[in-house]
């Protein structure tokens, strides 16, 4: 099943997105069910949030996942929405 991971950053997280980076995109790559990923900017063109479509079996395993996320263990977002998603293009 498709899943969308939408996640929103605290204020003033730009640095603790920095500093986990190159371990959320390594947990990306590693994890297997990342379809596709990539940061929201702000009007001034700096990451601000996320949006990941997983391919995972049920929602346990996208909560899962999210949860191991090293963002998320950074604590770098204010929220995170997780809910199924269909693809009609692309």
């Known amino acids: 099943m498709l899943v969308a991971v939408i996640c929103t950053d605290k204020p003033g997280a730009l640095e603790t997105r920095k500093a986990n980076r190159d371990a959320h995109l390594a947990y990306l790559k590693e994890s297997g069910v990342v379809a596709q990923a990539g940061p929201f900017l702000d009007a001034d063109g700096m ?8 391919d995972v079996a049920d929602m346990d395993a996208a909560h899962a996942w999210a949860d191991g996320d ?19 293009v692309g």
């Open 47 to 54: 990451m601000c949030g996320s949006l990941l479509i997983l």
């Open 70 to 88: 090293p963002y998320a263990k950074a604590g770098l977002f204010a929220d995170v929405r997780i809910v199924q998603w269909n693809r009609v």
